[in-house]
């Protein structure tokens, strides 16, 4: 029961179980979030981490002390947050991050307190634990279950004369010349040195002291003793090699990671696009802004769909897709460029739209900024975030149907991180820009949601 409850009520275990099982806990500013907007991307403003689970919604503060110990001082659950989220960054902008995220909590707004910049073996050792490739951590101090679970069994072992304690012959067991003593005595132990046991402390051999084995030369050959002249003295010579198993445990979190991308090429029909990805690729710094990616629906029932999406947000004007009007280019990709004044109100942002994330990179996903859907939720299934509630926590949800119809019921269950926007159906040959004239004002409050999204997650800030 003890055991049950302390991890019932250890952060780590949440993360590390929320990491295994896909589902990544989200950052909130209260703890009992109810809305998608107690949900925020920004670690300077969130006060809380959720974790939901089959059944199992629990909200720990981000200020909470985990059993992580860096520099003999306990790491908070925001640090070991942050290290997680940048685990595939180098060292350097680790630590700027890290500088910066300390910056943003002192600043107005912010959530206040200090992150804890953590080492790259401790680190390393700290995400190589929480993505379950190793049950044990140097730095994470055991449950007290666990160790009052351990102290038990040694004292239950000692108790039981399986080790240490002295053996007692009871007097009389043997002969008056003491032969045969001891043959046939019930081994007892004083209940004074199964006290004195249980106080002892296990203080580890070299290995656990100076964490981790030192590559150490191993004999494998001895040569000829040979003989010193002058002094009488065998030398013997042997032969060694360097024993390099140390490094086995760090060299495999890399190598699986390089064994998994690998396989994922081998495989066919997975060849990346160059025109994606050098559309999608990340600036180098100092360079240009990353571009932000709206995704549509692939679903034949969309009203919107590459064919006519860049008319419509462009120009306000809807066309079906199918329409003979438009061009029958078979492009995957398109961009649309619009300013955003609340975001940079001097140069327009160039927009990615594509149907679907199949050729994305991990980064990508950082950058996606509204998904239009038709409230069918296999349109999810490729994507990052499967849920619809954690995607749009993410990002922003757009469904668009025609004026009049009424709204899926997925669509309104989805809460306010999805905005509906209704048309007025299509008449070919009746229809002109100005019979259309309501087109342009649906436009216009679909950019407005995407830019107060957009400003909502940060863009428009350090660089953004």
């Known amino acids: 029961m003890a055991s049950s409850d302390a991890a019932a009520s250890d952060p780590l275990l949440y993360l590390r179980q929320a990491i295994f099982s896909g589902r990544p806990p989200i950052p909130t500013t209260t703890a009992d979030a109810t809305s998608n907007t107690d949900a925020v991307q920004d670690l300077a403003k969130a006060t809380h981490l959720l974790f939901n689970s089959d059944g199992d919604h629990r909200a720990f503060p981000l200020t909470a002390i985990t059993r992580f110990v860096s520099s003999n001082k306990p790491v908070d659950l925001r640090s070991i947050y942050l290290a997680w989220q940048k685990k595939d960054v180098a060292v350097p902008e680790y630590i700027a991050s890290?500088?910066?995220?300390?910056?943003?909590?002192?600043?107005?707004?912010?959530?206040?307190?200090?992150?804890?910049?953590?080492?790259?073996?401790?680190?390393?050792?700290?995400?190589?634990?929480?993505?379950?490739?190793?049950?044990?951590?140097?730095?994470?101090?055991?449950?007290?279950?666990?160790?009052?679970?351990?102290?038990?069994?040694?004292?239950?072992?000692?108790?039981?004369?399986?080790?240490?304690?002295?053996?007692?012959?009871?007097?009389?067991?043997?002969?008056?010349?003491?032969?045969?003593?001891?043959?046939?005595?019930?081994?007892?132990?004083?209940?004074?040195?199964?006290?004195?046991?249980?106080?002892?402390?296990?203080m580890g051999d070299r290995n656990s002291v100076l964490r981790g084995i030192k590559a150490t030369a191993s004999p494998l050959l001895p040569l000829p003793a040979c003989v010193c002249r002058g002094t009488r003295k065998l030398t013997l010579i042997i032969i060694c090699a360097q024993d390099f198993s140390h490094v086995r445990k760090y060299a495999e979190h890399f190598l699986k990671r390089q064994r998994a991308a690998a396989a994922?090429?081998?495989?066919?029909?997975?060849?990346?696009?160059?025109?994606?990805?050098?559309?999608?690729?990340?600036?180098?710094?100092?360079?240009?802004?990353?571009?932000?990616?709206?995704?549509?629906?692939?679903?034949?029932?969309?009203?919107?769909?590459?064919?006519?999406?860049?008319?419509?947000?462009?120009?306000?004007?809807?066309?079906?897709?199918?329409?003979?009007?438009?061009?029958?280019?078979?492009?995957?990709?398109?961009?649309?460029?619009?300013?955003?004044?609340?975001?940079?109100?001097?140069?327009?942002?160039?927009?990615?739209?594509?149907d679907t994330p199949d050729q994305f990179k991990p980064d990508y996903w950082n950058r996606v900024v509204a998904v239009f859907t038709?409230?069918?939720?296999?349109?999810?299934?490729?994507?990052?975030?499967?849920?619809?509630?954690?995607?749009?926590?993410?990002?922003?949800?757009?469904?668009?149907?025609?004026?009049?119809?009424?709204?899926?019921?997925?669509?309104?269950?989805?809460?306010?991180?999805?905005?509906?926007?209704?048309?007025?159906?299509?008449r070919d040959g009746a229809d002109t820009a100005v019979a259309r004239w309501r087109d342009r004002e649906v436009v216009e409050g679909i950019w407005t949601a995407i830019e107060e999204g957009m400003r909502s997650r940060g863009w428009g800030k350090d660089g953004r």
């Not at 379950?132 to 279950?145: D, H, V, W």
């Not at 034949?300 to 064919?307: D, E, F, G, K, T």
């Not at 499967?386 to 004026?403: D, N």
């Open 98 to 202: 890290t500088q910066q995220l300390n910056n943003d909590l002192s600043a107005p707004g912010g959530a206040g307190g200090t992150v804890q910049n953590l080492v790259f073996v401790e680190k390393l050792d700290l995400i190589t634990w929480l993505e379950g490739a190793t049950e044990e951590s140097e730095f994470i101090k055991p449950l007290a279950s666990e160790i009052a679970a351990v102290q038990a069994a040694g004292a239950a072992d000692v108790a039981a004369g399986n080790k240490g304690g002295i053996a007692t012959v009871p007097s009389g067991a043997g002969g008056a010349d003491g032969v045969g003593a001891g043959v046939g005595a019930k081994k007892t132990v004083d209940p004074r040195l199964v006290e004195i046991y249980n106080g002892e402390r296990n």
């Open 264 to 354: 994922i090429s081998a495989m066919p029909g997975t060849t990346i696009s160059p025109a994606l990805v050098s559309n999608l690729k990340k600036p180098a710094a100092g360079g240009r802004r990353p571009e932000p990616i709206i995704l549509l629906s692939p679903s034949a029932s969309s009203l919107l769909r590459l064919p006519n999406i860049k008319s419509f947000l462009t120009d306000g004007l809807y066309v079906p897709p199918t329409h003979a009007s438009l061009s029958s280019s078979t492009a995957t990709i398109l961009h649309v460029s619009r300013l955003l004044p609340s975001i940079d109100a001097v140069r327009p942002l160039r927009f990615v739209l594509v």
């Open 374 to 426: 038709t409230g069918q939720t296999w349109q999810f299934k490729g994507y990052r975030w499967q849920q619809p509630a954690e995607l749009f926590a993410h990002a922003l949800g757009i469904y668009v149907g025609w004026r009049g119809e009424e709204v899926p019921a997925a669509v309104r269950g989805w809460g306010r991180g999805v905005v509906t926007a209704q048309l007025d159906k299509f």
